[in-house]
C-alpha cells in the first residue's frame, strides 16, 4: 500500500496564457514498501522527500521535470518516458535504477546537478534510447559504470579506483574539446606532450575524483579513429592537465576491438587532476599481433563450451588472459590459462552478476605469452 502526506496539487501558470500540473511538495511525501508513485508531470520538491522503500517513476511521452529547493531521494526509480526527464534539481537513488525509455537529462554546464547512484544502487536496461544525458555521479562507490552519453548514443566510463569515493560524478560530451558548447573555457589540442600525435576533436568525457583510478572508455563508429590512427595498438587515452596547463598521456594498459569499435583502459591517475579526458594516438605505435576470433557455445554439448587457445599451452604455459565486454569491462582474467573460460564471469564487484552466465554478444581477449614476450588479441562471440 501506498502512503503520501502533505502533498500540495498545484496548478502553475505561465506568462503566455497556458497551464500545465505539477507536484508540488511542500510537505513531507514517503513512498513505504512497495507503494508506488508514478509521475506523469513536473515535480516540484521544495521539502523533504526521502527514506523511501516503494517505486517512483517517471512516464508518458511529454517531457518532465524535478526542480525545488531538495534533492529527492528514491529507493527505486524507472524511466518510461520517451521525451526525458529533466533535472533543474539532482536526483538520488538508493537501490535500483530501471531504464526502459527515455533519458535522464540535466545541464551539462551545472556541476551542482547530476542523477546519483547511492552506495549499493544499481541500474539496468541502458541503450542509447535511455541513460543519462548529462551528470552521473556515484556515493561510497569504488567501482562503477557511468551509464552517460549524448542524446543519441550510450557511451559508458568504467571507473575502477583503489579505494571507495566518497563521491564522484562524469558525463559525456560530443563535443569539440577546442570549443566545447556545453562548458566555459576551451582546452587547446595542440597543446600537448611530445608523447601524444593526434588528440580526439569529436568528443570528450569530464570525470571528477579524488581517488587514484583507472578508467575504461569504449570508441565505436562515430568516433571516426580512422582518421587519426589505422592501427588500434596506437590509440590511448588522454587528458587535459589542470597544473600543466596541456594534454597527458593516460596510458593504454588494455586495448581490445578494431578500428570502428572497440575500448582502451588507463593507467592509474586522479580524476580531478584532470579538466576532461579524450582519445589520442601515441607518438611511437606498440606492437601486439592477432590470435584468431571464436565462438563459444556453452550449452553442454562438448563443442565450443570453453573458450580454447591452443597456443598458450603449446608455447607458452607461463600465460594470462583478459577478456572484456565490448564496452571494456574485465569480466575474466587469469594467470596460466588453460582453458577454463566458458561464460561465466570470475570478476568480483557489484558491475557484473557472478551468480548468471554473462550475456551474449562481442567481447575482446587480450592475451599474454609471457614465455615469448608476445601479446595478441581477437574477438570471440558469446552465443546463448
Not at 80 to 107: Q, W
Not at 183 to 206: A, H, Y
Not at 291 to 303: A, R, W
Request: hydrophobic share 40%; with cysteine.
Amino acid at each position: 500500500m501506498k502512503y503520501l502526506n502533505h502533498i500540495a496539487l498545484l496548478f502553475l501558470i505561465g506568462n503566455i496564457g497556458y497551464a500545465q500540473t505539477a507536484l508540488y511538495n511542500s510537505g513531507n511525501i514517503r513512498i513505504h514498501q512497495n507503494g508506488q508513485l508514478g509521475f506523469h508531470t513536473d515535480l516540484i520538491n521544495d521539502a523533504s522527500f526521502d527514506q523511501n522503500l516503494g517505486l517512483a517513476g517517471f512516464y508518458g511521452n511529454t517531457l518532465v521535470s524535478v526542480s525545488g529547493a531538495f534533492m529527492p531521494v528514491f529507493y527505486d526509480t524507472e524511466i518510461a518516458n520517451d521525451a526525458g526527464v529533466f533535472l533543474n534539481t539532482g536526483i538520488t537513488v538508493t537501490n535500483n535504477t530501471n531504464f526502459v525509455i527515455g533519458d535522464v537529462i540535466s545541464p551539462k554546464n551545472q556541476l551542482d546537478v547530476y542523477f546519483n547512484f547511492f552506495r549499493d544502487a544499481f541500474y539496468i536496461g541502458e541503450t542509447n534510447g535511455s541513460k543519462v544525458d548529462g551528470f552521473a555521479a556515484i556515493t561510497n562507490k569504488q567501482v562503477f559504470s557511468f551509464p552517460v552519453g549524448d542524446s543519441e548514443q550510450l557511451r559508458p566510463l568504467i571507473l575502477n579506483s583503489q579505494a571507495e569515493n566518497q563521491f564522484a560524478k562524469c558525463a559525456y560530451f560530443f563535443e569539440d574539446a577546442n570549443n566545447p558548447i556545453s562548458l566555459p573555457n576551451g582546452f587547446d589540442t595542440t597543446r600537448k606532450i611530445r608523447d601524444i600525435g593526434e588528440i580526439s576533436t569529436l568528443e570528450f568525457w569530464k570525470l571528477e575524483g579524488s581517488i587514484p583510478s583507472t578508467i575504461t572508455i569504449n570508441w565505436n563508429a562515430r568516433s571516426n579513429m580512422a582518421a587519426f590512427t589505422p592501427d588500434v595498438q596506437n590509440i590511448t587515452i588522454v587528458g587535459y592537465s589542470k597544473s600543466a596547463n596541456r594534454w597527458l598521456s593516460l596510458g593504454n594498459t588494455a586495448i581490445g576491438g578494431d578500428i570502428t569499435q572497440g575500448f582502451v583502459s588507463s593507467e592509474t591517475f586522479v580524476p580531478d587532476d584532470y579538466e576532461i579526458i579524450t582519445f589520442g594516438t601515441l607518438a611511437v605505435p606498440q606492437e601486439i599481433l592477432l590470435l584468431e576470433n571464436y565462438l563459444l557455445t556453452p550449452n553442454g554439448d562438448g563443442k565450443n563450451d570453453f573458450l580454447v587457445i591452443p597456443e598458450m599451452i603449446e608455447l607458452s604455459p607461463n600465460n594470462s588472459i583478459r577478456i572484456y565486454d565490448r564496452n571494456g569491462l574485465l569480466v575474466f582474467e587469469m594467470t596460466n590459462y588453460t582453458d577454463e573460460f566458458n561464460g561465466i564471469s570470475n570478476i568480483d564487484n557489484r558491475v557484473i552478476k557472478r551468480d548468471i552466465g554473462l550475456p551474449q554478444g562481442m567481447y575482446f581477449y587480450l592475451v599474454s605469452l609471457d614465455d615469448l614476450a608476445l601479446n595478441f588479441q581477437g574477438f570471440l562471440y558469446l552465443a546463448r
